[in-house]
Protein backbone atom coordinates (compact mmCIF):
# COMPACT_ATOMS: atom_id res chain seq x y z
CA UNK A 1 0.00 0.00 0.00
CA UNK A 2 1.22 3.33 -1.06
CA UNK A 3 0.65 6.70 1.61
CA UNK A 4 0.27 9.30 -0.97
CA UNK A 5 0.74 12.15 1.33
CA UNK A 6 2.27 12.88 4.85
CA UNK A 7 0.43 13.51 7.72
CA UNK A 8 1.84 16.43 9.84
CA UNK A 9 1.22 17.36 13.61
CA UNK A 10 1.75 20.48 14.85
CA UNK A 11 4.32 21.27 16.55
CA UNK A 12 4.12 23.19 20.11
CA UNK A 13 5.81 26.11 18.37
CA UNK A 14 3.68 26.38 15.94
CA UNK A 15 0.45 26.02 18.14
CA UNK A 16 2.47 28.86 20.06
CA UNK A 17 2.83 30.76 17.01
CA UNK A 18 -0.60 30.90 15.95
CA UNK A 19 -1.88 32.25 19.37
CA UNK A 20 0.67 34.91 19.62
CA UNK A 21 0.23 36.47 15.94
CA UNK A 22 -3.71 36.36 16.90
CA UNK A 23 -3.14 37.93 19.90
CA UNK A 24 -0.63 40.72 18.13
CA UNK A 25 -3.61 40.74 15.33
CA UNK A 26 -6.12 41.57 17.89
CA UNK A 27 -3.93 43.96 19.77
CA UNK A 28 -3.63 42.11 22.85
CA UNK A 29 0.01 43.04 21.91
CA UNK A 30 -0.22 46.27 19.88
CA UNK A 31 2.40 48.03 18.57
CA UNK A 32 5.45 48.89 20.74
CA UNK A 33 4.70 46.29 23.36
CA UNK A 34 7.78 44.32 24.97
CA UNK A 35 7.46 40.72 25.19
CA UNK A 36 8.58 38.78 27.77
CA UNK A 37 9.88 35.22 26.86
CA UNK A 38 9.58 34.10 30.42
CA UNK A 39 6.37 35.60 31.25
CA UNK A 40 4.70 34.27 27.88
CA UNK A 41 5.95 30.94 28.85
CA UNK A 42 4.57 30.80 32.52
CA UNK A 43 1.03 32.02 30.87
CA UNK A 44 0.84 29.56 27.97
CA UNK A 45 2.53 26.71 30.58
CA UNK A 46 5.19 25.99 27.92
CA UNK A 47 8.91 25.47 28.29
CA UNK A 48 10.79 29.03 26.89
CA UNK A 49 12.05 26.93 23.87
CA UNK A 50 8.77 26.91 21.92
CA UNK A 51 8.19 30.40 22.13
CA UNK A 52 11.88 31.60 21.13
CA UNK A 53 11.04 29.44 18.11
CA UNK A 54 7.75 31.20 17.52
CA UNK A 55 8.67 34.70 18.12
CA UNK A 56 11.45 33.80 15.36
CA UNK A 57 9.24 33.30 12.57
CA UNK A 58 6.89 35.97 14.03
CA UNK A 59 10.24 38.24 13.29
CA UNK A 60 11.03 36.58 9.95
CA UNK A 61 7.61 37.44 9.07
CA UNK A 62 8.22 41.29 10.23
CA UNK A 63 5.53 41.41 13.30
CA UNK A 64 8.37 41.50 16.17
CA UNK A 65 11.94 42.47 16.42
CA UNK A 66 14.93 41.88 18.35
CA UNK A 67 16.35 44.80 20.67
CA UNK A 68 19.30 43.39 22.30
CA UNK A 69 17.64 41.32 25.40
CA UNK A 70 14.19 42.68 24.30
CA UNK A 71 11.44 41.47 22.02
CA UNK A 72 8.95 44.02 21.05
CA UNK A 73 6.01 44.30 18.34
CA UNK A 74 7.20 45.98 15.74
CA UNK A 75 5.72 49.55 15.25
CA UNK A 76 5.62 50.96 11.46
CA UNK A 77 6.50 54.56 11.10
CA UNK A 78 3.57 56.85 9.64
CA UNK A 79 5.60 56.37 5.79
CA UNK A 80 5.52 52.59 6.18
CA UNK A 81 1.76 52.38 6.92
CA UNK A 82 0.77 54.92 4.39
CA UNK A 83 2.99 52.41 1.38
CA UNK A 84 1.41 49.51 2.62
CA UNK A 85 -2.29 50.81 2.44
CA UNK A 86 -1.31 52.50 -0.96
CA UNK A 87 -0.18 48.70 -1.78
CA UNK A 88 -3.21 47.23 -0.69
CA UNK A 89 -5.35 49.53 -2.36
CA UNK A 90 -3.56 48.75 -5.84
CA UNK A 91 -3.95 45.55 -5.35
CA UNK A 92 -7.73 45.29 -4.07
CA UNK A 93 -8.51 47.42 -7.26
CA UNK A 94 -7.07 44.62 -8.77
CA UNK A 95 -9.09 42.35 -7.38
CA UNK A 96 -12.19 43.84 -7.64
CA UNK A 97 -11.47 44.31 -11.38
CA UNK A 98 -11.17 40.30 -11.25
CA UNK A 99 -13.80 39.38 -9.14
CA UNK A 100 -16.88 41.21 -9.60
CA UNK A 101 -18.09 39.85 -12.60
CA UNK A 102 -18.21 36.46 -11.12
CA UNK A 103 -19.83 37.43 -7.96
CA UNK A 104 -23.21 35.24 -7.89
CA UNK A 105 -26.49 35.69 -6.11
CA UNK A 106 -25.50 33.34 -2.92
CA UNK A 107 -22.38 35.60 -2.67
CA UNK A 108 -24.51 38.56 -2.44
CA UNK A 109 -26.74 37.27 -0.10
CA UNK A 110 -24.00 36.10 2.32
CA UNK A 111 -22.41 39.60 1.81
CA UNK A 112 -25.37 41.57 2.47
CA UNK A 113 -25.62 39.20 5.70
CA UNK A 114 -22.17 40.06 6.75
CA UNK A 115 -23.37 44.02 6.64
CA UNK A 116 -26.26 43.30 9.19
CA UNK A 117 -23.83 41.39 11.27
CA UNK A 118 -21.12 44.65 10.91
CA UNK A 119 -24.25 46.79 12.28
CA UNK A 120 -25.04 44.81 15.12
CA UNK A 121 -21.24 44.75 16.08
CA UNK A 122 -20.32 48.39 16.12
CA UNK A 123 -19.97 48.14 19.64
CA UNK A 124 -17.57 45.40 19.46
CA UNK A 125 -14.55 46.42 17.56
CA UNK A 126 -12.81 43.09 17.83
CA UNK A 127 -16.13 40.95 16.12
CA UNK A 128 -16.49 43.86 13.86
CA UNK A 129 -12.86 44.03 12.79
CA UNK A 130 -13.13 39.76 12.16
CA UNK A 131 -16.63 40.35 9.71
CA UNK A 132 -14.90 43.36 8.12
CA UNK A 133 -12.10 41.03 6.54
CA UNK A 134 -14.32 37.89 5.72
CA UNK A 135 -16.31 40.56 3.91
CA UNK A 136 -13.24 41.56 2.10
CA UNK A 137 -12.34 38.35 1.26
CA UNK A 138 -15.38 36.80 0.73
CA UNK A 139 -15.40 39.34 -2.22
CA UNK A 140 -11.92 38.86 -3.55
CA UNK A 141 -12.28 34.84 -3.39
CA UNK A 142 -14.13 35.30 -6.43
CA UNK A 143 -11.12 36.87 -8.23
CA UNK A 144 -9.99 32.57 -8.19
CA UNK A 145 -6.45 33.90 -7.85
CA UNK A 146 -4.60 32.13 -5.20
CA UNK A 147 -1.37 34.60 -5.66
CA UNK A 148 -3.52 37.45 -5.19
CA UNK A 149 -4.98 36.11 -1.82
CA UNK A 150 -1.79 34.95 -0.79
CA UNK A 151 -0.45 38.48 -1.08
CA UNK A 152 -3.53 40.47 0.18
CA UNK A 153 -3.01 38.14 3.21
CA UNK A 154 0.12 39.40 3.79
CA UNK A 155 -0.73 43.17 3.41
CA UNK A 156 -3.70 42.73 5.45
CA UNK A 157 -1.22 41.27 8.59
CA UNK A 158 1.17 43.91 7.95
CA UNK A 159 -2.18 46.39 9.13
CA UNK A 160 -4.28 44.49 10.81
CA UNK A 161 -3.04 45.13 14.72
CA UNK A 162 -3.32 49.33 13.15
CA UNK A 163 -6.94 48.43 12.57
CA UNK A 164 -7.82 47.75 16.30
CA UNK A 165 -6.56 51.62 16.66
CA UNK A 166 -9.17 52.59 14.25
CA UNK A 167 -12.10 50.52 15.21
CA UNK A 168 -11.93 52.06 18.35
CA UNK A 169 -13.66 55.04 17.16
CA UNK A 170 -17.81 54.59 16.71
CA UNK A 171 -18.02 57.24 14.16
CA UNK A 172 -15.00 55.53 11.87
CA UNK A 173 -17.12 52.50 11.80
CA UNK A 174 -20.45 54.25 11.16
CA UNK A 175 -18.49 55.80 7.73
CA UNK A 176 -17.40 52.37 7.01
CA UNK A 177 -20.52 50.88 7.32
CA UNK A 178 -22.07 53.03 4.87
CA UNK A 179 -19.35 52.20 2.40
CA UNK A 180 -19.73 48.30 3.22
CA UNK A 181 -23.62 49.26 1.53
CA UNK A 182 -22.32 51.18 -0.91
CA UNK A 183 -20.03 48.27 -1.95
CA UNK A 184 -22.38 46.18 -1.81
CA UNK A 185 -25.29 48.03 -3.75
CA UNK A 186 -21.85 48.26 -6.83
CA UNK A 187 -21.45 44.91 -6.57
CA UNK A 188 -25.04 44.37 -7.42
CA UNK A 189 -25.58 46.48 -10.62
CA UNK A 190 -21.66 45.16 -11.71
CA UNK A 191 -20.81 49.10 -11.33
CA UNK A 192 -16.60 48.99 -11.52
CA UNK A 193 -16.34 52.46 -11.76
CA UNK A 194 -18.25 52.85 -8.18
CA UNK A 195 -16.25 50.53 -6.85
CA UNK A 196 -13.34 51.51 -7.80
CA UNK A 197 -14.69 54.91 -6.02
CA UNK A 198 -15.78 54.02 -2.82
CA UNK A 199 -13.15 51.24 -2.17
CA UNK A 200 -10.23 54.28 -2.86
CA UNK A 201 -12.48 56.22 -0.24
CA UNK A 202 -12.76 53.66 2.13
CA UNK A 203 -9.26 52.39 2.48
CA UNK A 204 -7.85 56.05 2.39
CA UNK A 205 -10.22 57.19 4.72
CA UNK A 206 -9.04 54.56 7.09
CA UNK A 207 -5.33 54.98 5.94
CA UNK A 208 -5.65 58.95 7.33
CA UNK A 209 -7.66 58.08 10.71
CA UNK A 210 -4.82 55.55 11.83
CA UNK A 211 -2.19 58.35 11.29
CA UNK A 212 -3.69 60.89 12.69
CA UNK A 213 -4.28 58.65 15.83
CA UNK A 214 -0.44 58.02 15.70
CA UNK A 215 0.29 60.96 15.14
CA UNK A 216 -0.73 62.45 18.29
Do not use: C
Amino acid sequence: MRISEVITVPTLSQEVYKRLRKDIMNGIFPPGKRISIRKLAYQLNVSTMPVREALNKLQSEGFVHFERRSIFVRQLSSRELIELFEIRLTLEKMALEWSYKHIDSVALARLSEMVLEMEKKLTSPGEWNELNRQFHTLIYKYAQSKPMLEMLSIVWGRVEPYMNIYSTKLDYLIISQKEHEQLLEALIKKDIATLHHVLTLHIRQTKEAIIEKLEK
